[in-house]
């Protein structure tokens, strides 16, 4: 278990959530971008559950 | 016992150790139950009904006084706006991308919304069950599935395929279509419902003259749907056909898939305790159950699904803890035996309590006997009756005396009540692609 990097996993997760929402933020009405960033936040989300939400138990 | 990390689909939640697995599941319960709070209508009248605030939530005894909800109700707020989920939901509709609904067996169909964040988050629980069954990036998963509004393997699909697995899908094909599919493609697994499982090994046979064992590449199946991969005649039935392991899962279209066996194969089911929060709750006391062996009905919570939750959902599937931990190493605890009935199911007949899965366990037993059967429950002159029918397999006709003996011998054994039997002619008795019905209590209707 002290072999995961969670530390490091988690901060990088949270600026991977960063930069989408800012790239949403400057995509405005270009759907081929807003919607494919909905789709990668999804992913992130499943990051989150899976390693974020358990770094302060770890 | 700890294995090695890469037989897990994530080490980190599924060897996490209990305490702190319920330090998860507390926390991400308060999380839920403050977003249904805030966005849900229908939950906020519940909870305020209740004189329940969010914040009230502060260890796992407060959970049991969370008001639970029910099937009825899921339907009954259909009526409400927005068409046609009604005021549960959470998000606006057009962050909805996708409708399913249940199967409608025990009333109106309930209508589920997921947004494409709660599918993701549909298939990566099925990640977790087809990693623990042994579905890798080498595997050529054929789906034997009509592809519609249940369900049912479509989240199966897009995790077979998150996990690189090759992906066939059966769609509209018919079942002879598929088999020789999954033949031609050298398919090594499926996913069925354990009646189609039955179906398709008997269509290969006796349709097709292919040995689904030596003429098939299958190794392994998934079955859900019913709980037939929990029984252990049925299972070994589905082993013995297709020379395969077969591994349960359960799951419902209103919770999510909450629970899978692992290739240990332990006599039970572990619950995937990093997404969901199972309680057992005692049927007649409503006390929370910790203890193993003591059945009672669950009450479950998606940790995790947030366009319309599902928070203390009772799901009237009744369920036992195991007394034991399972080899593989994952600390999600194991239910013992699956679902081992339905509390609306359990009916009395002739002042018995019987579970239909019983009937199926001494059927299967009974290696003359075709796969299919059905019961019929119907009251004359105030008494109840009870008719098995039953198909003798082709060959064994010589035979059906001892056979009728040793099945009315297990049955009165197994279930306690005497039984009428009718043979019928090998595949006459109707055949199932999805959900069997197979118990038919007529007394319901007056009969």
């Known amino acids: 278990m002290s072999d995961w990097k969670i530390d490091e996993m988690c901060e990088l997760i949270k600026q991977m959530r960063h930069v989408v929402e800012e790239l949403k933020e400057k995509s405005g009405p270009i759907q081929a971008v807003e919607r494919n960033l909905d789709r990668i936040l999804a992913n992130i989300k499943m990051l989150e559950l899976n390693v974020s939400d358990v770094k302060e138990l770890i | 016992m700890l294995n090695d990390p890469s037989s ?46 969010p914040e ?17 109700m899921m339907r009954e707020v259909q009526r409400r706006d927005p068409f046609p989920y009604g005021d549960m939901m959470t998000v ?41 069954q042994g579905y890798r990036d080498t595997d050529r998963v054929f789906i034997p599935f009509g592809y519609n509004i249940f369900v049912a393997f479509w989240a199966g699909h897009y995790a077979a395929e998150k996990l690189g697995c090759e992906v066939v899908p059966g769609g509209v094909l018919d079942t002879q279509s598929r ?118 009905k669950m009450i479950i919570t998606a940790l995790d699904r947030m366009a319309k939750p599902c928070i203390r959902f009772d799901s009237k599937d009744v369920i036992r803890w195991a007394d034991h931990q399972c080899d593989c190493g994952r600390t999600f605890r194991l239910i013992d035996g699956g679902v081992v009935g339905r509390s609306d199911d359990i009916t009395k007949v002739k002042g018995v309590l019987l579970a239909p899965t019983a009937i199926e366990e001494v059927v299967r037993s009974i290696p003359e006997l075709g796969d299919e059967y059905e019961v019929v429950v119907s009251k004359k002159r105030d008494i109840d009756d009870i008719l098995l029918k039953i198909e003798v397999l082709p060959g064994k006709e010589a035979e059906q005396e001892s056979i009728l003996f ?28 999805v959900k069997a019905k197979r118990f038919k209590d007529l007394r319901k209707n007056g009969g």
């Open chain 2, 8 to 53: 897990y689909w994530n080490p980190i939640l599924e060897t996490l150790p209990q305490e702190k697995l319920q330090a998860l599941q507390l926390k991400k319960f308060k999380r839920i139950a403050e977003w249904a709070y805030n966005n849900s209508p229908f939950y906020r009248r519940l909870y305020q009904e209740e004189g329940l605030e």
């Open chain 2, 56 to 72: 009230d939530i502060k260890d796992f005894e407060d959970i049991q006084k969370v008001p639970k909800i029910e099937k009825g």
């Open chain 2, 92 to 132: 606006p509709l057009e962050r909805v991308t996708a409708f399913r609904q249940t199967s409608g067996t025990t009333g109106t169909p309930v209508y589920q919304a997921d947004t494409w964040q709660d599918w993701e988050w549909w298939s990566e629980s099925w990640c977790y069950i087809l990693y623990a």
């Open chain 2, 179 to 296: 088999i020789l599919k999954m033949q031609e493609l050298k398919c090594n697994a499926f996913m069925a419902t354990p009646t189609y499982v039955l179906g398709m090994a008997d269509t290969a046979i006796n349709k097709l003259g292919i040995d689904p064992v030596k003429d098939l590449n299958i190794q392994k199946i998934t079955c859900a749907g019913e709980p037939g991969a929990s029984i252990p005649t049925t299972k070994k039935r589905m082993e013995d056909a297709w020379g395969a392991k077969v591994y349960d899962h359960i799951g419902a279209t209103e919770i999510g898939a909450w629970s899978y066996e692992c290739t240990e194969q332990p006599g039970g089911l572990h619950v995937n305790e990093g997404f969901f929060l199972v309680e057992i709750e005692d049927i007649e006391t409503g006390e929370i159950i910790t203890e193993p062996g003591r059945e009672g």
């Open chain 2, 406 to 433: 040793r099945l009315k011998d297990q049955l009165r054994v197994k279930t306690n009540l005497g039984y009428k039997i009718e043979v019928h002619p090998y595949g006459s008795l109707p055949r199932y692609e």
